[in-house]
């Protein structure tokens, strides 16, 4: 299915170099706000205090969030919790109140909010709690980033395979670079959105690979960098239905489905952009750079041994 054809090949490897060096100043910025700023980790990360209310008919999410807020209780996750009328709240480490002090503050707020709701649980997140998710979700990042590389060196060839993580990094870090930069908040749903983005940027990727391998098979006389610039713009049309129909889902997720799914939808929004950007001019150019060529997609044609036809 194609929207539109470009007849003549677009000279995106011509421009290579400039783009290369706008993704680089990017990720180094990028870095720097993650080492001088930091994340700003949620509740799950850091520890606090786990509330669950309940209330007799569907719970409005927008008013606990603003009482909360009137309590001066500044980060505070509120979330539905299996059903419409059950609310779980997420607080952050209050070291002047206990966990049941803190828990009784908030609960008397929002009774006089609303004298249905009850008090279901309250219990306290450690820090260990918060340190084990860390390390299983960087585990899960690596794994995946094995997983990847492992697959494009069986598929096509170590070159790809490099060229491509480096992409995918390149996105990792910049989405991460933006959180700590404008200090977003940085939860379970953001971390899930991460490791989406990197399956996602990938498969763009293969895209284009599978098409250069193609293109290999069918332009025998045909140079390296033309190969790869009419391999990505054969694939533009494909690009846009893709990415834009990604983007309307996403897109909806950000405008109204609230402030659970911000984070979420922020993230995605940003991998969605840059992994285009990073598939074209990151993956593809360090795949050029590193010297692909013909011969490391298709083998040549071994000619038969005349003697194998002759007559004893």
């Known amino acids: 299915m194609e929207l539109f054809r470009i007849k003549k090949d677009i000279p995106f490897m011509r421009h290579a170099l400039i ?27 850091t520890g606090g205090t786990l509330m669950e209310v309940s209330y007799s008919k569907p719970a409005n999410l927008e008013g606990v969030r603003k009482t909360i807020d009137t309590l001066g209780i500044p980060d505070a996750n ?27 503050k908030v609960f008397a707020a929002l009774q006089a909010q609303d004298a249905d709701v009850k008090k279901q649980s309250v219990s306290f997140v450690g820090p260990q709690v918060g340190d084990e998710l860390a390390h299983d979700g960087l585990r899960a990042l ?37 959180f700590a930069f404008f200090q977003w908040e ?61 983007q309307i889902m ?18 995605l929004t940003i991998g969605i952009c840059f992994g285009i950007y990073s598939s074209v001019f990151v993956a593809a150019a360090i795949a050029m750079w590193l010297g692909v060529k013909r011969e490391d997609l298709i ?14």
């Open 19 to 45: 783009f290369n060096v706008i993704s680089a100043l990017t990720f180094v910025a990028a870095v720097f706000f993650l080492m001088q700023k930091g994340l700003h980790l949620s509740v799950e990360f």
């Open 299 to 312: 083998k040549p044609i071994k000619e038969k041994d005349e003697a194998d036809g002759a007559v004893v």
């Open 186 to 246: 940085f939860n379970l749903s953001v971390l899930a959105a991460v490791l989406a983005v990197l399956g996602y940027s990938v498969n763009e990727s293969v895209v284009i690979f599978d098409r250069i391998r193609e293109n290999f098979r069918k332009q025998r006389k045909t140079s390296v960098t033309e190969v790869i610039d009419n391999a990505i713009t054969s694939t533009i049309s494909r690009t846009v239905i893709t990415h834009g129909c990604t």
């Open 78 to 104: 509120v979330q539905t919790f299996g059903e419409a009328s059950r609310v779980l709240i997420r607080l952050p480490v209050d070291k002047k109140l206990t966990t049941a002090q803190q828990g009784d």
């Open 142 to 178: 690596l794994m995946v980033i094995v997983g990847v590389m492992v697959y494009l060196a069986v598929r096509f060839e170590w070159k790809y395979a490099v060229s491509a993580i480096v992409a995918n990094l390149h996105d990792v870090v910049i989405i991460l670079g933006f």
């Open 250 to 267: 996403v897109l909806s997720m950000l405008l109204i489905g609230g402030p659970t799914l911000h984070g979420f939808a922020i993230a």
